[in-house]
């Protein structure tokens, strides 16, 4: 089954579509899903309704399927305590990011759908109560009682453009907050570098499509929740598009939380990163965790190696290249795992972290 790529325009339909649903209904259970320790099934009461929100791998939707739900962890008792039977006031995406966050009249619930899309409640002054997943980057820190700090990112909000005087596509996709399909779809049609900035501008600064979407197929299957010329539109809409996909797993892989000190080399082509996950899909541990990095991260390694592949063509050398990355590992911490650029294989070389078992 092919995979879902999401991105920060889907977020947006994310929080159009649950504030237009969800905001003044109550939260009640909150469930691990039985096949996931770390997917939710959130049941939420509203006067005319009662509905599940399944929270999954990155995706916030509404089911219409029963997904079976497990014992509660101590997470998923700490979250109902706290929220039990509170009405949700209001759901917003933080930053055009890959962030929704939930108020209700004493906390935050946050939904970071990156990464190893975790799950954060907070009081009002963003002191944290309770985390799915503890992480430490340079910048910031997920853990009880630590202040909850917002993703940093330096790039640019496609809808509020303001500089179009851009010298190449990779500069678009390192500087602009957007999908790199997307911008490679826009170069394929017109290769104008000032069209197709001014193009992105007036796509995030489109409504969102509410009843269908827009198909992009390329490695992964990518949605997109406004109007983007000659690409396919679907006449349904993106929430029934996860559900459906979801629900029709043959089977959903228990993923553990934590790291241990070990670690994997990983190595991403400079000339063409090969991210065909199905070659990983043996059953064997190194592969499976090669490819869940690869999905978590997935389009930063894309950013990273256009950016990488760029600054060679200009004459920098490799040395040169891995001490400017290093010295931006405080913004970006997966800059910190790059062990070398090998140019004799043209290959860029990680050190990941290895799963718990």
């Not at 706290?82 to 004493?106: S, W």
């Not at 997943?133 to 340079?138: H, L, T, V």
């Not at 063509?313 to 490799?318: L, T």
Request: aromatic share 8%; with cysteine; charged share 30%.
């Amino acid at each position: 089954m092919e995979k879902i790529l999401l991105n920060n325009l889907n977020v947006k339909y994310f929080e159009r579509n649950l504030d237009n649903t969800l905001t003044n209904a109550y939260i009640q259970k909150i469930q691990p899903l039985e096949k996931n320790e770390n997917a939710l099934k959130i049941k939420i009461k509203s006067k005319d309704t009662n509905r599940d929100l399944i929270v999954y791998n990155g995706f916030l939707f509404l089911t219409k399927y029963n997904y079976k739900t497990s014992k509660k962890t101590g997470f998923c008792k700490n979250l109902e305590k706290q929220l039990g039977n509170e009405k949700i006031l209001k759901i917003e995406q933080k930053n055009f990011e890959k962030v929704i966050v939930f108020e209700t009249r004493n906390n935050f619930l946050i939904f970071e759908l990156f990464s190893h899309n975790n799950i954060i409640l907070t009081n009002k002054n963003y002191k944290i109560i309770a985390s799915q997943i503890r992480e430490k980057w340079a910048d910031r820190e997920i853990g009880t009682n630590k202040e909850y700090v917002f993703p940093s990112n330096n790039k640019e909000n496609p809808a509020k453009i303001t500089n179009f005087n851009f010298c190449s596509i990779s500069e678009i996709i390192s500087k602009l907050n957007v999908p790199p399909s997307l911008v490679e779809h826009l170069a394929k049609e017109a290769p104008d570098l000032n069209n197709i900035t001014k193009k992105i501008k007036k796509i995030y600064n489109s409504p969102i499509i509410m009843d269908n979407c827009i198909l992009l197929k390329n490695k992964k299957l990518e949605y997109f929740n406004v109007k983007v010329d000659n690409l396919e539109v679907i006449k349904t809409s993106f929430n029934d598009i996860i559900d459906k996909y979801i629900n029709s797993l043959d089977s959903i892989v228990l993923e553990k939380k934590g790291v241990n000190k070990k670690s994997l080399e990983l190595e991403i082509t400079i000339k063409k990163m090969d991210l065909k996950l199905e070659d990983f899909k043996q059953n064997i541990k190194e592969g499976s965790e090669k490819a869940k990095w690869i999905e978590a991260n997935y389009d930063f390694l894309e950013e990273l190696r256009l950016t990488i592949l760029q600054a060679l063509k200009k004459g920098n050398k490799p040395d040169q290249i891995l001490k400017i990355l290093k010295t931006k590992g405080k913004n970006y911490p997966l800059l910190q795992n790059i062990i070398k650029i090998d140019m004799k294989n043209k290959k860029i070389i990680f050190s990941i972290p290895q799963l718990q078992q």
